[in-house]
């Protein structure tokens, strides 16, 4: 499967890392594209260095992928997630922040999943967010569900994640499914 994942400047890094993990173990192709704020969540909640430079925060990122994973900057126009011809299983952005919402909330594709954790919200990201939903995308807040017995931070990640590789029809086995 070919998967985009977008990360950009909403908390929840931890996510998006055990998210690329996921990925590359399921063989997936990824493309991969951090925003400049999606890099200072990377830095600062993942990495504890707020200043650590993008090509350090990236090289973290991907060290243990392989190249099974793709880099691309922000600002590249010909990447090949760039455009809607493009033959791409699924788009994820997580963590996705409000902002980025709002952005593609008026042109949203059915394979495209969008990973908000802002808390509260307003009227605006409601509204948003449906608009979204409306238009396609599939809205994924980063909340675990806590039924499953979590018994670490990563346990809760993995319920989130695993939710995500699902709506994606990635095959995982991240959280005991209900009734198992």
Request: glycine content about 8%.
């Amino acid at each position: 499967m070919r998967i985009f994942l977008g990360i950009t400047g909403a908390s929840g890094g931890l996510y998006a890392v055990r998210l690329l993990d996921a990925l590359v173990a399921a063989d997936c192709e990824v493309g991969l594209c951090a925003s400049s704020a999606g890099i200072e969540v990377l830095a600062t909640e993942v990495y504890a260095k707020p200043r650590l430079p993008r090509d350090e925060v990236l090289a973290r990122l991907t060290e243990d992928a392989g190249p099974s994973v793709t880099v691309f900057d922000p600002g590249d126009w010909s990447s090949p997630y760039a455009s809607g011809s493009a033959k791409v299983d699924g788009y994820v952005v997580c963590p996705c922040s409000m902002s980025t919402v709002a952005t593609i909330a008026s042109g949203a594709m059915q394979n495209l999943v969008l990973m908000p954790r802002e808390t509260p919200l307003s009227t605006i990201h409601l509204e948003t967010m449906l608009t979204a939903r409306r238009a396609g995308a599939t809205i994924l807040f980063l909340a675990p569900g806590f039924y499953h017995g979590a018994e670490s931070v990563e346990d809760l990640v993995d319920f989130v994640v695993g939710r995500a590789l699902d709506q994606l029809r990635v095959e995982n086995a991240l959280i005991r499914r209900w009734g198992d």
